[in-house]
């Protein structure tokens, strides 16, 4: 039978998107509740409920330090945030819609970059 041949992704500019892509989550307007790490002792609960906290200040670290393997590991967390979103707040709320809006962006701009 046909040797099977893995068809290789070109990785060369996943650096380069996924720096863009944090840079336009964290311009926009309803990026707020996510620039920074929940801060457990202000927010009752939250410790508790969220097992993997994750926001973008600390995506920029773990990009910065070299820390996400590919593109898809940078994704997990960007997902993770709004994943957290949704398990912690009501979708009628300030942060519920505000995550529903910033995944609606990202799952927008990432294929638009990557297709
Ligand atoms: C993403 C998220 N999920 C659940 C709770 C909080 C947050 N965000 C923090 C920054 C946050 C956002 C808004 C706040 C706040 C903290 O502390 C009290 C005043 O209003």
């Known amino acids: 039978c046909a040797k099977k041949v893995k068809l290789a992704k070109d990785d060369t500019n ?8 944090l840079a336009e989550l964290e311009g926009h307007q309803d990026a707020w509740p996510f620039l920074s790490p929940v801060n457990h ?9 969220i097992k993997k906290p994750m926001d973008f200040s600390t995506i920029r ?11 898809e590991t940078f994704i997990i967390d960007v997902n993770l945030v709004f994943d957290n979103c949704e398990k912690f707040n009501e979708d009628n709320s300030e942060i519920g819609r505000a995550g529903h809006n910033m995944r609606r962006f990202f799952d927008k701009r990432w294929t638009e970059l990557l297709r």
């Open 14 to 21: 996943d650096l380069a998107t996924c720096r863009v892509l």
């Open 41 to 49: 002792k202000a927010v009752p609960g939250y410790r508790k409920v």
């Open 61 to 71: 670290e773990k990009l910065a330090n070299n820390r996400y393997l590919n593109l």
